[in-house]
């Protein structure tokens, strides 16, 4: 086979139109020395609440942590519970465990692959303390209602926009959505940076304040510690490599998007035979795309013939949470039939701005002669 790899991701293609801002950004700390809390950070916190339409950005080491302080930030404590998807990466359900609270895992709607609005109605109980809501795949969860239970409830809501940056819900961009928002800038993701980091964006004065303090040892002055905090920063190189991305996202996410939809028309017939089951996304919302994520009867066998056609695919995510042996025994769940079949059935497509559209066509290809073939 001579065909050339058509990788999962391509970050080099991502990274090269920026290299002399790049350059530039990040020689500058080495010039001014001031590595941690420099004044990139503070640019790149004022430069991503405009950008997603917050009051307060609080960039922080990954978009673990910023979930983490998130729930520190609401105080939640041993005992309480805390609603999350049941299908998404472990993050939420981790930290919520580490401050000792009962992640109740909801199922997740079929269609979208975000966390189902009923399924969350039936989690809540009176010690419901925060819902965590995915905007899994690069589109936002369902906000409107989830807000609005959330607000008859009194319970905070969190989106973990981990995958979501620059998507938007009836205007309004991912992680301002909802109480509080998390970002992540792990370099795979939409807005993905030079290492790990991430964010937290509210409008609420109060929690932005607490957050700032956690993520600084809980000190409000150098050495005085009013609350429980860690060592949650983003370091200035980090955060300086970010504001070029940032400025080049609008043009990033619109090339993603025009991959997605080549998709959505290369797949249009296969789709119609209902053989594979391709990404919904709401009218009321945009997708950034963190992943093209199909559906298909026997993926192990879909997924070889891929890799042998020398096309790299993903699976996110092969396991649901209730399923795996760090955490099935703490969480409490009822039936999430529909996290057990996308766990199965998923499988995510290479997608970047580089991608031509010679290289989807040979995805399509050799996707739709695989399902369409049948088991040998
Ligand atoms: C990537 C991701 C996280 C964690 O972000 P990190 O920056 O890797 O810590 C959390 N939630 C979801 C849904 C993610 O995809």
Not at 160 to 172: F, I, K, V
Not at 363 to 374: C, E
Request: hydrophobic share 45%.
């Amino acid at each position: 086979m001579n065909k050339a790899l058509i990788p999962f991701v391509d970050l080099a293609s991502e990274w090269n139109p920026l290299k002399e801002e790049i350059q530039a950004v990040i020689w500058r700390v080495f010039e001014h020395g001031q590595f941690v809390m420099g004044p990139e950070v503070a640019e790149l916190e004022r430069r991503l609440a405009q950008d997603v339409g917050v009051s307060f950005a609080i960039t922080c080491s990954s978009g673990t942590i910023a979930l983490l302080m998130a729930l520190m930030g609401l105080e939640i404590r041993p005992g309480d519970e805390v609603v999350l998807p049941a299908y998404t990466f472990a993050a939420p359900l981790e930290t919520a465990l580490l401050l000792g609270a009962k992640p109740i895992l909801a199922d997740i709607d079929p269609a979208t692959f975000c966390i189902d609005v009923d399924s969350v109605a039936r989690s809540i109980t009176r010690r419901t303390k925060a819902i965590i809501a995915v905007s899994l795949y690069g589109q936002p969860a369902a906000f409107d209602r989830l807000n609005r239970l959330a607000n008859s409830e009194g319970i905070p809501l969190i989106e973990d926009a981990a995958q979501s940056y620059g998507a938007t819900l009836n205007g309004r961009r991912s992680g301002s959505l909802s109480t509080i928002g998390c970002a992540s800038f792990f370099p795979t993701k939409p807005l993905g940076g030079a290492g790990d980091g991430g964010a937290v964006f509210t409008d609420d004065p109060l929690l932005a304040e607490r957050i700032k303090e956690i993520r600084d040892h809980g000190q409000t002055s150098k050495y005085r510690h009013t609350r429980l905090g860690i060592n949650g920063r983003l370091g200035s190189i980090a955060c300086a490599a970010l504001l070029p991305r940032l400025n080049g996202l609008v043009k990033a996410l619109a090339l993603r998007q025009a991959v997605a939809a080549r998709y959505d028309e290369l797949l249009a017939v296969a789709a119609d035979t209902g053989l594979i089951q391709l990404p919904v996304i709401p009218k009321t919302c945009t997708s950034v795309y963190a992943q093209y994520a199909v559906q298909v009867d026997d993926r192990e066998r879909v997924a070889e013939a891929l890799r042998k056609a020398g096309v790299q695919t993903a699976i996110h995510y092969p396991i649901p949470l209730h399923r795996q042996p760090a955490f099935c025994r703490f969480a409490s769940f009822g039936d999430l039939v529909h996290s057990e079949a996308a766990a199965r059935r998923v499988l995510c497509l290479p997608i970047y701005p580089a991608l031509t559209i010679q290289q989807q066509a040979r995805v399509t290809n050799a996707l739709i002669d695989a399902i369409s073939k049948g088991p040998p």
